[in-house]
Protein backbone atom coordinates (compact mmCIF):
# COMPACT_ATOMS: atom_id res chain seq x y z
CA UNK A 1 0.00 0.00 0.00
CA UNK A 2 1.37 3.08 -1.17
CA UNK A 3 0.99 6.74 0.90
CA UNK A 4 0.67 9.93 -0.32
CA UNK A 5 2.03 13.33 0.75
CA UNK A 6 -0.88 15.86 0.98
CA UNK A 7 1.22 18.89 -1.01
CA UNK A 8 -0.93 21.61 0.09
CA UNK A 9 0.14 20.35 3.84
CA UNK A 10 3.48 20.70 3.24
CA UNK A 11 3.36 23.94 1.29
CA UNK A 12 1.68 25.55 4.24
CA UNK A 13 3.96 24.30 6.99
CA UNK A 14 6.72 25.86 5.27
CA UNK A 15 4.79 29.14 4.47
CA UNK A 16 4.43 29.25 8.73
CA UNK A 17 8.17 28.14 8.65
CA UNK A 18 9.58 31.12 7.07
CA UNK A 19 6.94 33.56 8.53
CA UNK A 20 8.15 31.93 11.98
CA UNK A 21 11.93 32.78 11.23
CA UNK A 22 11.65 35.72 9.67
CA UNK A 23 13.84 38.08 11.84
CA UNK A 24 13.33 41.84 10.46
CA UNK A 25 9.94 43.12 11.36
CA UNK A 26 6.08 42.01 10.04
CA UNK A 27 2.87 43.13 9.44
CA UNK A 28 1.05 41.64 12.04
CA UNK A 29 -3.35 42.18 12.46
CA UNK A 30 -4.42 41.67 15.68
CA UNK A 31 -8.66 41.52 16.11
CA UNK A 32 -10.61 40.38 18.78
CA UNK A 33 -13.72 40.29 20.42
CA UNK A 34 -15.14 43.83 22.08
CA UNK A 35 -16.50 41.61 25.44
CA UNK A 36 -12.91 41.11 27.22
CA UNK A 37 -12.43 41.55 30.42
CA UNK A 38 -10.09 43.90 31.56
CA UNK A 39 -7.06 41.12 32.62
CA UNK A 40 -7.14 40.00 29.11
CA UNK A 41 -7.06 43.46 27.47
CA UNK A 42 -4.03 44.20 29.77
CA UNK A 43 -2.08 40.68 28.17
CA UNK A 44 -3.25 41.70 25.08
CA UNK A 45 -1.86 45.51 25.85
CA UNK A 46 1.37 44.06 26.53
CA UNK A 47 1.35 42.02 24.17
CA UNK A 48 0.98 44.49 21.39
CA UNK A 49 4.02 47.13 23.40
CA UNK A 50 6.76 43.64 23.30
CA UNK A 51 5.52 43.19 19.28
CA UNK A 52 6.11 47.10 18.49
CA UNK A 53 8.95 47.15 20.26
CA UNK A 54 10.46 44.70 18.54
CA UNK A 55 9.50 46.32 15.59
CA UNK A 56 6.69 45.19 13.78
CA UNK A 57 3.78 46.66 12.46
CA UNK A 58 0.54 46.50 13.77
CA UNK A 59 -3.06 46.42 11.89
CA UNK A 60 -6.71 46.57 13.94
CA UNK A 61 -9.53 47.54 14.26
CA UNK A 62 -11.02 50.34 15.93
CA UNK A 63 -13.92 48.40 18.52
CA UNK A 64 -13.68 48.27 22.47
CA UNK A 65 -12.10 45.50 24.59
CA UNK A 66 -9.15 43.31 22.48
CA UNK A 67 -8.89 46.29 19.38
CA UNK A 68 -9.08 48.68 21.95
CA UNK A 69 -5.85 46.82 23.81
CA UNK A 70 -4.08 46.77 20.84
CA UNK A 71 -4.17 50.63 20.29
CA UNK A 72 -2.74 51.06 23.66
CA UNK A 73 -0.23 48.68 23.44
CA UNK A 74 0.77 49.96 20.29
CA UNK A 75 0.79 53.84 20.95
CA UNK A 76 2.46 53.11 24.22
CA UNK A 77 5.45 51.45 21.92
CA UNK A 78 5.54 53.55 18.76
CA UNK A 79 2.78 55.02 17.55
CA UNK A 80 4.16 55.28 14.27
CA UNK A 81 3.73 51.68 13.69
CA UNK A 82 -0.15 51.25 14.26
CA UNK A 83 -2.59 51.27 11.62
CA UNK A 84 -6.24 51.16 12.09
CA UNK A 85 -8.70 50.70 10.29
CA UNK A 86 -11.78 51.70 10.81
CA UNK A 87 -15.26 49.23 8.98
CA UNK A 88 -17.20 52.51 8.87
CA UNK A 89 -16.68 56.10 9.31
CA UNK A 90 -15.20 57.82 12.45
CA UNK A 91 -18.73 59.20 13.69
CA UNK A 92 -20.34 55.56 13.12
CA UNK A 93 -17.85 54.52 15.96
CA UNK A 94 -19.04 54.66 19.71
CA UNK A 95 -18.03 57.51 21.72
CA UNK A 96 -15.46 55.84 24.12
CA UNK A 97 -13.89 54.60 21.21
CA UNK A 98 -13.39 57.86 19.23
CA UNK A 99 -11.40 59.96 21.41
CA UNK A 100 -8.55 57.40 21.12
CA UNK A 101 -8.91 56.28 17.62
CA UNK A 102 -8.70 60.42 16.75
CA UNK A 103 -4.83 60.34 18.54
CA UNK A 104 -4.39 57.40 15.81
CA UNK A 105 -1.25 58.82 13.07
CA UNK A 106 -2.78 56.17 10.44
CA UNK A 107 -6.21 55.77 10.36
CA UNK A 108 -8.19 54.39 7.62
CA UNK A 109 -11.82 55.17 7.59
CA UNK A 110 -14.80 53.61 5.56
CA UNK A 111 -17.67 56.04 5.04
CA UNK A 112 -18.79 53.71 2.13
CA UNK A 113 -20.03 51.14 4.63
CA UNK A 114 -21.79 53.48 6.88
CA UNK A 115 -25.24 52.19 5.33
CA UNK A 116 -24.13 48.65 6.08
CA UNK A 117 -25.35 47.12 8.99
CA UNK A 118 -21.93 46.81 11.66
CA UNK A 119 -21.46 42.69 11.02
CA UNK A 120 -21.40 43.53 7.56
CA UNK A 121 -18.92 46.72 7.84
CA UNK A 122 -16.60 44.37 9.99
CA UNK A 123 -16.59 41.69 7.70
CA UNK A 124 -15.24 43.62 4.69
CA UNK A 125 -12.98 45.70 7.28
CA UNK A 126 -11.27 42.34 8.52
CA UNK A 127 -10.88 41.25 5.10
CA UNK A 128 -8.93 44.48 3.97
CA UNK A 129 -6.94 44.19 7.56
CA UNK A 130 -6.06 40.18 6.46
CA UNK A 131 -5.02 41.55 2.92
CA UNK A 132 -2.26 44.00 4.58
CA UNK A 133 -0.79 41.57 6.71
CA UNK A 134 1.70 38.97 6.97
CA UNK A 135 0.28 36.99 10.43
CA UNK A 136 -2.89 37.47 12.06
CA UNK A 137 -3.26 37.17 15.67
CA UNK A 138 -7.13 36.45 16.54
CA UNK A 139 -8.60 36.85 20.46
CA UNK A 140 -11.62 35.22 20.64
CA UNK A 141 -14.83 33.36 21.69
CA UNK A 142 -15.94 29.77 20.16
CA UNK A 143 -19.20 31.78 18.62
CA UNK A 144 -17.59 34.53 17.30
CA UNK A 145 -18.84 33.83 13.65
CA UNK A 146 -17.61 37.29 12.18
CA UNK A 147 -13.37 36.97 13.98
CA UNK A 148 -13.62 32.77 13.07
CA UNK A 149 -14.49 33.91 9.65
CA UNK A 150 -12.12 35.88 9.28
CA UNK A 151 -9.12 33.60 10.56
CA UNK A 152 -10.65 30.83 7.87
CA UNK A 153 -9.99 33.41 5.07
CA UNK A 154 -6.79 34.51 6.57
CA UNK A 155 -5.47 30.91 6.38
CA UNK A 156 -7.03 30.12 3.16
CA UNK A 157 -4.58 33.58 1.95
CA UNK A 158 -1.93 31.29 3.25
CA UNK A 159 -1.36 34.17 6.38
CA UNK A 160 -0.03 32.41 9.46
CA UNK A 161 -3.11 32.67 12.02
CA UNK A 162 -2.82 32.27 15.91
CA UNK A 163 -6.24 32.02 17.35
CA UNK A 164 -6.39 32.50 21.45
CA UNK A 165 -10.18 31.44 22.87
CA UNK A 166 -11.43 33.40 26.05
CA UNK A 167 -13.33 30.18 26.53
Keep these: MSQSV ?4 VDEFLQELATIQQTGSKRIAMLGSRHVP ?3 QVLIELMTYALVLSGNRILTSGATGTNSAVIRGAMRGDPNLLTVILP ?3 ERQP ?8 QVMHLVENPTNDS ?8 LCNQEIVSRCQQ ?11 LLRTCHEAEDQRRLVTL ?3 D
Design 6 to 9: DLPK
Design 38 to 40: ITH
Design 88 to 90: QSL
Design 95 to 102: RESREQLE
Design 116 to 123: LSLAEASS
Design 136 to 146: LICFAFHDSHT
Design 164 to 166: FYF
